[in-house]
């Protein structure tokens, strides 16, 4: 049987200690680069692995990080779940992921228990869901919990996006180009962020002294969107729409196209999310953009802080921007009431 290579063998090769290559395994800031690369090349050379169980007995750290996740057929869950992903591996960590088939107090505590049970040394939930902050409220754990989205618990660190600013720039943008009458086609109000972004759209009509008295409800898809796009095309009692995220504007798009009603022209459409496929959307859509790598890299970083005991805050909010594309420009005549 053939012998694993082992730290001391990658040492000997590279001419070092093996406190020097523990501290390049574990990527210890205070190693030389020339002596970073003789060690990197020794470890390539041997095909040297890490015993990732024979460390965690020793340091009682497992080096994964459990993530409890939702809705991953959603553009923002499943690509907050790969900013985790991605600043979790640079930082020397693997991660677990539970998914969630349903949304509840007793799935979110089962699935804790799941990760307490793998030795997990953090926690990060990304499930947008109004019942998630009481279930977090409640979670026995002794791990550091990070969650994206409002919490409402001192024992729980939160990371967000302003989604109730993002809705506001929307419906601003809107009003600037001279649109009064601003419908929102609402994503499902049982979503923390849909509700955010019903209200900031609620704020920003009210401090304009405008209705806010059409808003219909949708569930996210392309398919909804068209379903109540076409019962817009119908009604036309708005010339702008605020969109509840750039698939559902989608949908709503093709509903208008269908019904010979242009827009920008007839109607102006904003969205949410600024997903990679909104700038080829026809017109080119113009949508409240939120970096979710930068989200998904910021839950890390208050993780980390969080295992190496070092003071920060314990909520951090991450502004949205508009993306003025082509879905949007001043009215036309005034629609019926």
Not at 5 to 22: C, F, M, N, W, Y
Not at 278 to 290: E, M, N, V
Not at 297 to 326: F, S, V
Request: with cysteine; proline share 5%; net charge neutral.
């Amino acid at each position: 049987m053939v012998r694993r290579p082992r730290l001391e063998d990658v040492a000997e090769l590279a001419g070092v200690s093996h406190q020097t290559v523990s501290r390049v395994v574990n990527k210890h800031p205070n190693v030389s680069a020339g002596t970073r690369e003789r060690v990197e090349a020794a470890i390539a050379q041997l095909g040297y692995r890490r015993n990732t169980a024979a460390r965690s007995l020793v340091t009682r750290c497992s080096q994964t990080i459990g993530v409890l996740a939702s809705e991953f057929s959603q553009y923002g869950p499943a690509n907050t779940l790969l900013g985790v992903e991605r600043a979790a591996r640079d930082a020397g960590y693997f991660v677990s992921v539970a998914a969630l088939r349903e949304v509840n107090r007793d799935a979110i505590l089962a699935a804790v228990r799941h990760f307490m049970d793998q030795s997990v040394d953090g926690i990060v939930v990304i499930v947008p869901h109004l019942e998630t902050p009481a279930a977090l409220a409640a979670l026995p754990v002794g791990v550091p919990v990070v969650a994206v989205g409002p919490v409402g618990n001192d024992a729980v660190c939160g990371v967000k996006v302003d989604q109730r600013r993002g809705a506001e720039l929307a419906v601003q943008h809107l009003i600037q180009l001279g649109h009064t009458r601003i419908g929102h086609v609402a994503g499902p109000q049982d979503w923390i962020d849909a509700v955010a972004r019903a209200d900031g759209w609620r704020c920003a009509l009210a401090a304009a002294g405008l209705d806010a008295d059409l808003m219909i409800e949708g569930d996210w898809s392309a398919g909804s969107g068209y379903e109540i796009g076409r019962r817009v095309a119908v009604t036309r009692r708005a010339t702008a729409l605020f969109v509840g995220n750039d698939q559902m504007a989608l949908g709503v798009l093709r509903a208008l196209n269908e019904a010979r009603i242009k827009v920008p022209r007839d109607v102006s459409v904003v969205g949410f999310d600024d997903q990679p496929e909104a700038a080829y959307f026809s017109p080119p859509l113009t949508t409240i953009g939120q970096d979710f790598e930068e989200l998904g890299r910021r839950c890390m970083d208050m993780m980390l802080r969080a295992l190496g005991g070092t003071e920060g805050p314990r909520t951090l909010e991450m502004e949205p921007k508009i993306i003025q594309r082509n879905s949007t420009t001043t009215p036309a005549l005034p629609m019926s009431t």
